[in-house]
């Protein structure tokens, strides 16, 4: 087998390896409920570059959140290039055209070495993204206008979540945080917590679905712990780093179920 073939395999592995909870392969979009699952997932793809960008700036687990990054940013252009191939809708096309610039310097700020200036131009240029991506979820949710696509949505939501907490955090902790990022703490448990009892709720819910949310449940709670007491100094990064990505592994498989049901 030629070396380059090799390199290539022995690369896909590695991929899959470090990145098993977000879809690597992410396939081509055959329905609209599976539309709005790769959709949500671009809006937790640009937290999470944001939230590994952080960690290599400060130093912590630097070659897990290299490798991680690099795995989102090439996700995030494939599924990019997946919504484009799918879509007809007229504001989901005209959505897609005012994401490709601001995507453009993200990437190109992301992979750039770690500045804490920069991982605040970063992070202004994610919020934008995820601006964007909301539009692109809520348009493809009302086009369905279903229970199911309102579930892909919310537990699909659950997955960003987890990664803008730990961004919210990792920015307090390299203390470059403004007010709006330190109020944002509040709102996110808030947020996630009243959505996963939403979730837990609902009439769609398999057993499989309800095993699986009531281990997302354990884990947010231990990840509350883990956010501990930020003003008084203890402060616990890689906790909370990993914590959201045990969240993130099930929410991502739950948001799966929910949109195959």
């Known amino acids: 087998m030629p070396e380059k073939i ?4 022995r690369a896909l592995w590695l991929l899959l390896l470090i990145f098993p909870m977000t879809g690597a392969l992410a396939q081509p979009i ?4 599976e539309a709005i699952n790769q959709a949500g997932r671009q809006r937790m793809l640009g937290q999470r570059i944001v939230k590994d960008y952080l960690l290599i700036g400060q130093n912590l687990k ?5 490798k991680q990054l690099q795995a ?5 252009q494939h599924q990019h290039d ?4 799918f879509s007809s809708n007229p504001l989901v096309s005209y959505t897609l055209k005012e994401i490709d610039p601001v995507w453009s310097k993200f990437k190109a700020l992301a992979s750039s070495k770690p500045e804490k200036s920069q991982a605040i131009q970063l992070n202004k240029l994610g919020e934008q993204l995820l601006d964007l991506n909301q539009l692109l979820v809520i348009s493809m949710r009302d086009e369905a206008n279903t229970e199911q696509a309102k579930m892909v949505n919310m537990a699909g939501r659950q997955r960003m ?6 961004k919210a955090y990792l920015m307090l902790n390299w203390n470059i945080a403004d007010a709006r ?7 996110i448990q808030s947020e996630f917590s009243n959505a996963l009892q939403q979730l837990s709720t609902s009439e769609l819910n398999t057993p499989e679905i309800t ?13 509350e712990l883990s956010l501990g007491d930020l003003e008084g100094g203890k402060r616990a990064p890689l906790a909370v780093a990993n914590g959201s990505d045990r969240i993130l592994k099930e929410m991502n498989r739950i948001t799966g179920m929910y949109a195959a049901l």
Do not use: F, P, T
Not at 82 to 85: D, G, S, T, Y
Not at 181 to 187: A, G, P, T
Not at 211 to 223: D, G, I, P, T, Y
């Open 161 to 166: 979540l987890s990664q803008r907490l730990a």
């Open 181 to 187: 990022c330190k109020r944002s703490l509040n709102s």
């Open 6 to 9: 090799i390199q290539n395999s």
């Open 72 to 76: 989102s940013i090439d996700l995030y």
């Open 82 to 85: 997946n919504i484009k191939a």
């Open 30 to 33: 055959g329905d609209l409920n």
């Open 211 to 223: 095993r699986a949310l009531q281990k997302v449940s354990s884990h947010w709670k231990m990840l």
């Open 62 to 66: 630097v070659n897990a959140a290299r």
